[in-house]
């Protein structure tokens, strides 16, 4: 029997495992996967930030059961450590730390991105339990709502006007709280034309979102319970929360340890079949570059939609069928 293991769990690896599956319903299909939470809307999060869907439960796709019908197998808690390609060998190792061997016939990995980390002075000494998060698993939504239930908070501070700053200036706006948006670039969401741009923006400063554009925030300081945000040109603003969200990074590292080759901003290269340059692994998701139908050249998309087509891309080459 076809032995197909996914390293991930979310839209690449969820939708990889069950195209494996519907395509040829005999492969042995095994997820190893970092946290709890497979097959979670990792987009929803921020309407079960703002309330509108109260239980995190919801945020599921599809229930453990429902994966397992569709005989998908779970190794959850399971962090995969190291490939070797030449002997077909997945390491992976469980919360206690002790090491299993997985063997596959073709591997795919979805290891999705990392956050990053702006260089802000204060960002790596504080974190959720001073009221400074960053955003990009269901565990960062915990610590997220934890902090919002549990300690005084009616002013945050969003640094980032990209799509997860608006969808969050939106949640927290619908929470209740007063939110100031910092953005380096010129503009909210960088990436639309400015016209568009600045139809968004009137609609923040219609809902008594404070926009902030062109300034970058530099230090974040914990002053008693408070929070005081400085940048440059002088900005300065006291909150109780505030929210780092200015992108994602590939999470490339255990493929590349591996020898698989790099291709656009650290994303892993892969062919149009999500093929790596290592051989019988795949790769898909956030965690690869992208060919894009109007671009001569890969791009670097991270989104849940471009996620879930590669996964099924990879899931219906690894199925054996032609
Ligand atoms: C707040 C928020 C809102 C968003 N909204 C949208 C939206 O509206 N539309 C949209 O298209 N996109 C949206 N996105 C982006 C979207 O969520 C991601 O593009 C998508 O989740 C990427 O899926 P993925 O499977 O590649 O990676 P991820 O979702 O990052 O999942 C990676 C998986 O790999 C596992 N993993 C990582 N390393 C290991 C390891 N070594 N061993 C085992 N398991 C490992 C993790 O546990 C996880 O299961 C949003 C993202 C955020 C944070």
């Known amino acids: 029997m076809t032995r197909v293991l996914i390293v991930g769990g979310s839209d690449a690896g969820i939708s990889a495992g069950l195209r494996a599956r519907e395509l040829a319903p005999g492969v042995e299909t095994t997820l190893v996967i970092a946290d709890a939470y497979p097959n979670f809307s990792i987009c929803g999060i921020p309407y079960h930030v703002s309330g509108e869907i109260p239980d995190w439960r919801s945020l599921a796709h599809r229930s453990q059961g429902d994966l397992a019908a569709a005989g998908l197998q779970?190794?959850?808690?399971?962090?995969?450590?190291?490939?070797?390609?030449?002997?077909?060998?997945?390491?992976?190792?469980?919360?206690?730390g002790s090491e299993q061997a997985l063997a596959y016939d073709t591997l795919i990995v979805a290891t999705g991105a990392i956050p990053i980390r702006p260089p802000i002075v204060g960002l790596d000494s504080l974190g959720p339990a001073e009221g400074v998060h960053l955003l990009h698993t269901m565990d960062d939504a915990f610590a997220?709502?934890?902090?919002?239930?549990?300690?005084?908070?009616?002013?945050?501070?969003?640094?980032?006007?990209?799509?997860?700053?608006?969808?969050?200036?939106?949640?927290l706006t619908v929470r209740g709280l007063?939110?100031?948006?910092?953005?380096?670039?010129?503009?909210?969401?960088?990436?639309?034309?400015?016209?568009?741009?600045?139809?968004?923006?009137?609609e923040l400063v219609a809902h008594r979102v404070e926009v902030v554009t062109g300034t970058t925030v530099t230090e974040i300081r914990q002053v008693g319970r408070e929070l005081v945000v400085s940048?440059?040109?002088?900005?300065?603003?006291?909150?109780?929360?505030?929210?780092?969200?200015?992108?994602?990074r590939p999470d490339a590292a255990l493929a590349t340890a591996a020898g698989a080759a790099i291709g656009v901003r650290g994303a892993l290269a892969v062919d149009r079949h999500m093929r790596t340059t290592l051989p019988d692994v795949f790769a898909a998701g956030d965690c690869v570059h992208t060919h894009h139908r109007l671009l001569p050249e890969p791009t670097y998309l991270p989104l849940g939609t471009t996620a879930h087509k590669q996964g099924r891309v990879a899931g219906g080459k690894c199925s054996g069928t032609p």
């Not at 919002?148 to 009616?154: A, C, K, Y």
């Not at 440059?232 to 992108?247: E, H, K, P, Y």
Request: avoid cysteine.
């Open 178 to 202: 007063s939110v100031t948006v910092v953005e380096a670039l010129p503009q909210v969401l960088p990436t639309v034309d400015p016209e568009l741009a600045t139809l968004v923006e009137a």
């Open 231 to 248: 940048g440059a040109a002088g900005f300065n603003r006291t909150v109780d929360l505030v929210l780092v969200v200015v992108g994602v």
């Open 144 to 171: 997220l709502t934890d902090t919002l239930t549990n300690r005084p908070t009616e002013r945050a501070l969003i640094v980032g006007a990209g799509y997860i700053g608006m969808e969050m200036a939106d949640s």
């Open 74 to 96: 779970l190794l959850l808690e399971h962090t995969a450590q190291r490939i070797d390609p030449a002997a077909r060998i997945l390491t992976v190792t469980d919360r206690s």
